[in-house]
């Protein structure tokens, strides 16, 4: 039977540690958080001191950290990739940078382990319910190897290429397409606003037409509150909108679209507006164009 | 029983003027197409030999013309609006700026005639099977007075706003969110071409994500295709996205997303790409960023 290192027992990674031992997988965890370890205990896991402790001769580690520098620091830094069994894997399911995940294989497998990288989406909810989706990237018999792991955390597992980096890469166009999404939403409403459109007959429309996305339907409503409940921080969106552009850089692609919705949820950011519900970047749009 | 003139019996007015007719209104209609008033005969209207003829005694006049420069010549050449009986209402249900749609409404009500602006969504499918979504703007008491005639062809009528011109907006509005998303997706996928990663697997893990969108999971497979069908060109985006960007000029709204989108539908069609599936937009991504 497998034996799994999870390091990272967040409000993501506990949940997903406890589907793989309902599944039957020993699990030896590791979080800075005490009590995360409780938890894990009490649902028939393994606790560890450290990182290294929990990785000592595990044939899989799964890092599910906040993002690549907390990687870094738990593979590199105290000898937990060395405790790994050799040739054992190294799944980082983290949302990363395309480009540090690429820098990460590498050194991983210069000291003869493996990485697979499987980052998510789908939330808390789908972590606890193992609905997750899984943009798996490497090659094809190691994903084969790790899938039932993910298939005990996910009901939407992908390999989506051969290389590492990919999975990153995949994530990194969803934020693309969502942080766009919402800008746009905020555009359409500053203009409509401008002549005096009732926007929440405008949102009923759009949502019901060929303008429609999961985004407008999610964050339109919000976008009509003053100071709605915050379900995602406009400061994410300037984060990972920030890496959306660092992937284009590093790739050398234009990306205009991204690159204009960055600078709104920026600007809302820098008005003192980051902890807002990312929907009020339409308040960029109304300071811009003097709007209330 | 209201006397309705129809004026534009394209592939949209022809099916909307049917419908009336079914419902028991009295149409007589004008086109430059002989087939059409023969078509309309057929179903049971009468046929004009002008415009003006059509509009002679009528309470109610519909123009589903082309433009707003079509809709200027019937109303105010020929004498078409004096013809229309005093008080009567002209029914604006073509696409036009907003801002032609406000001088209109001006000359109108100076001849001593009413307009209500009212353009549709849901295309020739639509228009045949009476499921027409339509923005209408104007005062409420004349809103009500013809939503009668709403309802006869269309199924999601919805009253936008006081003042014509604000129907033309939230349709403005709907095609600055429509081209938005189709320049996104092409965005995403060009920058996820740029490692290698495999764009059906990526189309499909979008499709079912937070990042999805109608024009997603419609145009995001044609945009995969190199010389896909032709359901909406690549020109009309040209100019529906000029349209935005000119409401957003006579409003004073800066509009960076759709600014930018514009300058990549604008890009194709000067590379000759103008009769290309609007998914084809994605050839400005993979020419600016040297991609194939």
Redesign the interface.
């Known amino acids: 039977m497998t034996r799994v290192a999870f390091v990272g027992l967040g409000a993501m990674g506990l949940p997903m540690a406890s589907n793989l031992l309902r599944k039957g997988y020993m699990v030896t965890g590791f979080d800075l958080n005490a009590s995360a370890l409780d938890t894990l205990e009490g649902a028939g896991g393994k606790r560890a001191a450290s990182a290294s402790e929990a990785a000592t001769e595990a044939d899989t580690l799964i890092l599910m950290v906040v993002n690549a520098a907390q990687a870094e620091a738990v593979l590199f830094e105290g000898g937990t990739l060395e405790r790994l069994r050799e040739g054992g894997v190294v799944v980082l399911m983290a949302t990363c940078p395309?480009a540090a995940v690429e820098a990460i294989e590498e050194r991983v497998r210069q000291a003869g382990r493996r990485l697979i990288d499987a980052p998510v989406?789908g939330g808390v909810a789908g972590a606890k319910a193992a609905t997750l989706?899984i943009?798996a990237a490497g090659p094809r018999d190691m994903f084969e190897t790790v899938k039932p792991l993910f298939d005990a955390m996910g009901d939407?597992v992908?390999?989506?290429?051969d290389?590492p980096?990919?999975g990153a890469?995949?994530k990194?166009?969803?934020?693309?397409?969502?942080g766009?999404?919402i800008?746009?939403?905020a555009?359409?409403?500053?203009?409509?606003s401008?002549?005096?459109?009732?926007l929440n007959?405008?949102l009923?429309?759009?949502s019901?037409?060929?303008?429609?996305?999961?985004?407008?339907k999610?964050r339109g409503p919000r976008m009509l509150q003053s100071h709605p409940e915050v379900t995602s921080a406009v400061d994410i969106f300037v984060k990972d909108l920030g890496i959306?552009l660092d992937?284009?850089r590093h790739?050398?692609?234009?990306?205009?679209?991204?690159a204009?919705?960055h600078?709104?949820f920026l600007a809302a950011s820098g008005r003192g507006d980051g902890k807002e519900d990312d929907s009020q970047v339409i308040r960029s749009y109304y300071a811009?164009?003097g709007i209330r």
Request: aromatic fraction near 4%; include cysteine; charged fraction near 10%.
């Open positions: 395309p989406s989706t943009m939407k992908f390999h989506v290429g290389r980096g990919q890469m995949v990194t166009v969803n934020q693309l397409l969502c766009v999404h800008a746009v939403v555009e359409a409403f500053a203009l409509a401008k002549v005096g459109v009732d007959i405008l009923q429309i759009m019901g037409s060929a303008a429609s996305s999961w985004m407008l999610d959306v992937a284009g790739t050398k692609a234009a990306l205009p679209l991204a204009a919705a600078q709104m811009l164009n």
